[in-house]
């Protein structure tokens, strides 16, 4: 493990997020991750940021609700395009993620939800803001065209407490 530089990942986190997507864990009972492909690198109030978003009938955004933090977990040396594909069309509610298709939940060092061990590079997250989307909100064009079913998500604001890599 080391520690990096938030900031000097971004390229490589924002490369993976537009191609393939990242893995987004919750802690709890049992673990959940999803693949998210719309997430943002920021810093607002004086803190590094990762917006994470999350539509609410999916099943960790109900784990989101309840937690306090969350961990993202970005394919570094292999694309694991498989078990992203598999993590964002198979829901929590059905199966455990973790059990047998090829992803390992091991500790974070900073926060309950567990990181992708088959993943490089790691952020862990404390919950900051949760900010629901509407209509009202957006602009209209944007949400037609993105948003034909009003399905909006919800934005989860996420200190990064931690930014590291277990490539070795």
């Not at 109900?62 to 198979?90: C, I, M, N, Q, W």
């Amino acid at each position: 493990m080391k520690e990096l530089d938030y900031f000097k990942q971004a390229e490589q986190i924002m490369e993976r997020l537009a191609h393939g997507g990242v893995f987004l864990t919750v802690g709890g009972e049992r673990p959940n991750t999803m693949t998210i492909g719309w997430g943002a690198v920021s810093y607002v109030w004086n803190k590094p940021v990762f917006l994470a978003l999350v539509r609410p009938q999916r099943f960790t955004h109900a784990l989101l609700e309840k937690a306090d933090s969350f961990t993202v977990s970005v394919p570094t040396l292999h694309p694991l395009r498989e078990a992203l594909a598999y993590a964002g069309s198979v829901s929590g509610r059905d199966e455990n993620k973790f059990d047998g298709h090829g992803l390992t939940a091991v500790p974070a060092l900073k926060v309950p939800a567990p990181i992708v061990a088959e993943c490089g590079l790691h952020l862990e997250c404390k919950i900051l803001l949760r900010q629901p989307m509407t209509a009202a909100q957006m602009d209209g064009q944007l949400a037609a065209s993105v948003y034909p079913a009003a399905d909006f998500h919800e934005m989860y604001f996420g200190q990064v407490l931690a930014c590291y890599t277990t490539d070795e």
